[in-house]
């Protein structure tokens, strides 16, 4: 059971992934994923990651707010592209 509060910076920290503001920023630059793939299914997460998100994002509870966040930062460029904004 998870008892910490849901933050991006303890998203980060569940996934094992350095938590700091510039390591979170340059990850998602990193990480953009096309607006096809779900960010489960992102080639870049572990099992273990994959099955963390995965059951967040099952349960709907804190942290699937948090995981939907990071979703949407991830497929923030595909989005742009799509809207052409």
Avoid: C, Y
Wanted: hydrophobic letters at 50%; glycine letters at 4%.
């Amino acid at each position: 059971m998870i008892t910490t509060e849901p933050r991006m910076t303890n998203l980060f920290l569940q996934l094992g992934l350095d938590a700091s503001d510039a390591a979170i920023a340059r990850f998602i630059v990193d990480h953009q994923l096309p607006a096809e793939v779900a960010l489960v299914e992102a080639p870049f997460w572990n099992d273990g990651q994959r099955q963390f998100l995965a059951e967040q994002l099952k349960s709907d509870a804190d942290w699937a707010i948090i995981v939907d966040e990071l979703g949407e930062a991830l497929h923030a460029d595909a989005v742009a592209q799509q809207t052409g904004a």
